[in-house]
Every structure is written in structure tokens, then in C-alpha cells.
């Protein structure tokens, strides 16, 4: 499974945005290349490490704890309802499965919710196709993860996104150097958050995949695998490497070794050699 991340078709353009049609062509071409096999469509993105305009940079003093992603959405709903048209619209030429970046809270889930049948009510009213989609949130703040009944009541699907998950976890920027060495997947409480999701998930029968780097790292596929990940997303580069590692594992065995990772201390010394 692939993401499209829809905040690069906002980027580079000096903070102006790009109107419906325009987005609804990028989408529509996206859903067409599928041909029939479903695309993860991201919902906007912005702020923080993806500023919107590059000759302005966010000067706030954090801006990874700031306005960035569904946030900023809610706070321009005229922005966000143009962008949930040319989905829903694209979602008319194939199957789309609509996800949605850095939600914590049940308003943030109520609202946005509510700005997806608004879309598709103005669609109706203007007597446009649109077509049905598959809504999901992404898993990358603690807070998230640690709500995941809320979130599975609400959602068809979730994708767990480790790069902002560990991020927030470990209060490390992913932007900064100088804390670099800090930036730790194999954490015992990323490993813990994620573990839990994909559990939950398998457990009320929706799916869950992880979007992250850590989809893309060879090192981390087996340990992955014997979590219950089944949905790996990466960069196009990484599938040929993790196929292999997965085609490799005896995925009876992970399991256990999977959860003797998780109960230790030190979750990186039990790695290798993985069984
Ligand atoms: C993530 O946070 O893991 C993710 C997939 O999204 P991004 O890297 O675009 O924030
Ligand atoms: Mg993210």
C-alpha cells in the first residue's frame, strides 16, 4: 500500500493554493494508476517540517507542537472542504481510502467527520459525481494510541505513523540534529504503542498499517511481522528488500520472539539474529 502525501501539491507555491479542479486532476490520475487496487490518500499535511511557504518559515518556538496537519485543516475549513471535494470527486474513478494526519481528540474526529458529509452535501447540491470512501486516521501521537476503542469506533482503518509516533513519544524534533541520537525506534514504549494498535486493530477486525520509515527498514520487518503487521507502506525504493525479508520469515515463530522484544528492557539487543 502507498500514501499519497496531498501537501506537496501545496508546496513550493509561495503559500498559494491550488483550487479543486486542480486538485481533483492530481487525485483522479492518482486513483486511474491504481488501476482498481485502492490509494491511500493523505489529507493535507502542512506546517511544522512541511512549511507552506519556504520563504516563510513558522516562527513559532515549537512548531511540531503546533498548528500542523489535521489542525490546520479544522482552522480552514474552506481550504479543507475544497480538498475533501477533489477526493470525493477522484473517489468516483476508483477505490480511495481517505486518511487523515494528527488527530488526538474526539472533536477533531467529530469535526471532521462532519466536514466529509458537508463536502459530499455540496457536491449534491452542485449535482457532481462523487463516490464512496474508506476513512482512516493515522496513529502518531501517544495520545492517539492510547485512545484506539475511540478511534476503531469512528474509522474503517488506521495507519500508524512511526516517524511523528516516536517523534512525540521520546519529545525528540525529527527536525533536529542535535537530538538525533535520541530519535529511537526500538524504544520500549514506541515498540509498546505500536504493538498495541495492531492488536486492538486485529482484535475489532479493522485493518491497521504503518506508514512510517520504520514500514521501509529491513531491521524492522520480522520484528513487525511477529507484532501482526500485515499492511506495510514505503517508499517504492524499500518493497523489493522488505518482500524479501518477509518471504524469509517464519512468521509461526516471530510471534513470540516479537513479544519477548517487547517485554525487554533493551528491545535492541534482542534483534538479531531474529529467528
Ligand atoms: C509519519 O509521521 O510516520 C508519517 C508517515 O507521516 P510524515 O512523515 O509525513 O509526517
Ligand atoms: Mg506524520
Not at 486538485?23 to 485502492?38: C, D, I, K, N, T
Not at 491511500?40 to 511540531?64: E, F, V, W
Not at 496513529?139 to 494510541?145: F, N, S, T
Not at 540534529?177 to 529511537?184: G, Q, T
Request: glycine share 6%; with cysteine.
Amino acid at each position: 500500500m502507498g500514501l499519497f502525501r496531498t501537501e506537496f501539491l501545496f508546496m513550493g507555491r509561495q503559500g498559494s493554493l491550488p483550487d479543486e479542479d486542480e486538485q481533483y486532476a492530481a487525485y483522479r490520475a492518482a486513483v486511474e494508476g491504481m488501476h482498481g487496487l485502492p490509494v491511500t490518500i493523505r489529507s493535507i499535511d502542512i506546517g511544522a517540517d512541511k512549511p507552506l511557504d519556504d520563504r516563510r518559515p513558522d516562527t513559532h518556538l515549537n512548531p511540531a507542537l503546533g498548528l500542523r496537519a489535521i489542525r490546520w485543516s479544522l482552522a480552514e475549513p474552506v481550504m479543507f472542504l475544497t480538498q475533501l471535494r477533489a477526493i470525493l470527486r477522484a473517489a468516483a474513478h476508483g477505490q480511495v481510502q481517505l486518511l487523515i494526519p494528527m488527530l488526538a481528540h474526539a472533536s477533531e474526529i467529530r469535526q471532521t467527520l462532519e466536514l466529509i458529509e458537508r463536502a459530499r452535501a455540496q457536491l449534491d447540491q452542485r449535482g457532481q459525481t462523487h463516490g464512496p470512501v474508506k476513512v482512516g486516521a493515522m496513529i502518531e501521537i501517544p495520545a492517539a494510541a492510547l485512545s484506539l476503542r475511540l478511534f476503531l469506533r469512528h474509522f474503517d482503518f488506521l495507519s500508524i505513523g512511526t516517524n511523528d509516533l516516536i517523534q512525540y513519544t521520546l519529545a525528540i524534533d525529527r527536525t533536529d540534529e542535535s537530538v538525533a541520537h535520541l530519535y529511537d525506534q526500538l524504544h520500549p514504549a514506541v515498540l509498546r504503542l505500536v504493538a498495541d494498535t495492531l492488536a486492538e486493530g486485529a482484535r475489532q477486525g479493522k485493518p491497521v498499517s504503518v506508514c512510517g520509515e520504520m514500514a521501509g527498514d529491513t531491521a524492522m520487518t520480522r520484528l513487525l511481522l511477529g507484532l501482526g503487521l500485515r499492511s506495510f507502506s514505503m517508499h517504492p525504493s524499500q518493497i523489493l528488500a522488505v518482500k524479501q525479508e518477509i518471504l524469509r520469515a517464519d512468521t509461526t515463530k516471530l510471534a513470540p520472539w516479537a513479544q519477548a522484544v517487547l517485554a525487554s528492557d533493551e528491545p535492541a539487543s534482542l534483534l538479531l539474529p531474529p529467528p
